[in-house]
């Protein structure tokens, strides 16, 4: 699937979250999205990403799961070069910082998601890479 088959499943999506207020639809319904912005590491584009995302009060994080796939989804890549972002929750918008998380901690978040969103231990089991955590740190 190359940039512009991942464009044309996204926007939809995006369109709906903001249609809705914030509110997810479709096979998102129910889950907590976030919009990611992100600066592309080659080409310097910004895309957005539509995550699922794991909200605990007001810290907030994203896994690059790719649905199990071996390789990291190109929005990872974007972040590690360019870890500024922007990110809408909700009807909010606000600037963070990518928080690359490891060890313990990283394993204790992944547990946490796979409790409440099943399926990302499914990604897990899918795939021999280790799938990343990422914190997304509001700045102020």
């Not at 928080?99 to 499914?122: S, W």
Request: charged share 25%; proline share 5%; glycine share 8%.
């Amino acid at each position: 699937m190359d940039k512009a088959d991942f464009d044309a499943m996204n926007n939809p999506v995006i369109e709906e979250f903001r249609a809705r207020g914030g509110v997810a639809g479709g096979i998102f319904e129910g889950k907590p999205l976030v919009l990611v912005h992100h600066i592309g590491a080659k080409s310097g584009i910004e895309r957005i990403a539509p995550l699922v995302a794991l909200v605990e009060g007001d810290r907030s994080y994203v896994f690059a799961s790719k649905g199990g796939a071996d390789t990291h989804p190109d929005w990872y890549r974007n972040l590690v070069a360019n870890p500024q972002i922007t990110v809408e929750q909700g009807t909010e918008t606000y600037q963070a910082t990518a928080r690359f998380l490891d060890g313990a901690e990283r394993d204790e978040v992944y547990a946490r998601q796979c409790a409440v969103e099943p399926q990302f231990a499914e990604y897990q089991r899918n795939t021999e890479r280790v799938i990343p955590v990422i914190e997304l740190v509001r700045t102020a």
